[in-house]
């Protein structure tokens, strides 16, 4: 079963706009993490968020997590049209599971429009 | 640097066939996951091993699904009996530990 949602489901933007998307999750993580998918491909691993970090940056991409309200945001700044993809969550549950399953949303899907 | 990969890319089978799907992963990497992706949605965990070792097994995978890393290198994931259900696309991963390194996955169709 999915243990998070993303939100919005879908998002359309300009080109050099910002794209803000949010994830929620239910139990309790050891790491949280957003991969990219381009249609019908593998995905690829953007960053990491430790359970203890608040915020982080790579790149254009900015992270925050709020481990009180079981939420993370994923920032894309200055958009590019080559940043069309959907983008998921995903987590590490932490305890005995930790380093084995992640758990992702069902992803945002962002067109960036040119 | 290669980094994970899936062979075949694609296949299409009739129910009630066997598949079998191989995975390399990273090399250097102990852990191996295998996850399924139906359209529009998220990956689902099906299976982990570390090293030859299979550690975890989702309820996802029935006794039709079968996954092996014999001596901790390369995996296969096996589906015998298929259905059109199994239609999917099914992702292995690679890690060390914290990031998994995903591969181009295998898209199955059963007719």
């Known amino acids: 079963s999915q243990q998070g949602e993303e939100d919005p489901q879908a998002l359309s933007i300009q080109e050099g706009e910002n794209a803000t998307m949010n994830c929620s999750y239910k139990?309790?993580?050891?790491?949280l993490q957003w991969y990219r998918q381009n249609s019908g491909r593998g995905l690829v691993h953007l960053i990491l968020?430790?359970?203890?970090?608040r915020e982080k940056h790579s790149g254009r991409l900015r992270v925050t997590l709020d481990t009180s309200k079981k939420s993370s945001s994923l920032l894309i700044t200055a958009s590019r049209a080559a940043d069309t993809a959907s983008y998921f969550c995903a987590t590490d549950a932490g305890g005995e599971t930790s380093g084995s399953r992640l758990t992702f949303g069902e992803g945002t899907q962002l067109t960036v429009n040119p | 640097d290669t980094g994970v990969s899936q062979d075949p890319r694609h296949k299409i089978t009739k129910r009630g066939q066997n598949v079998t799907f191989r995975c390399d992963p990273i090399s250097e990497h102990n852990r191996l996951y295998w996850y399924r992706q139906t359209l529009g949605q998220g990956p689902e965990f099906l299976t982990y091993?570390?090293?030859?070792?299979?550690?975890?097994k989702s309820r996802l995978l029935s006794d039709r699904f079968s996954a092996e890393r014999p001596k901790g290198s390369f995996s296969t994931l096996e589906i015998q009996r298929t259905e059109q259900g199994d239609s999917a696309m099914y992702l292995c991963a690679s890690s060390s530990w914290g990031e998994q390194y995903f591969g181009p996955g295998t898209r199955l169709t059963v007719t």
């Open positions: 968020i430790r359970s203890n970090e």
């Open positions: 091993f570390q090293n030859e070792a299979q550690l975890e």
């Open positions: 139990t309790s993580i050891n790491n």
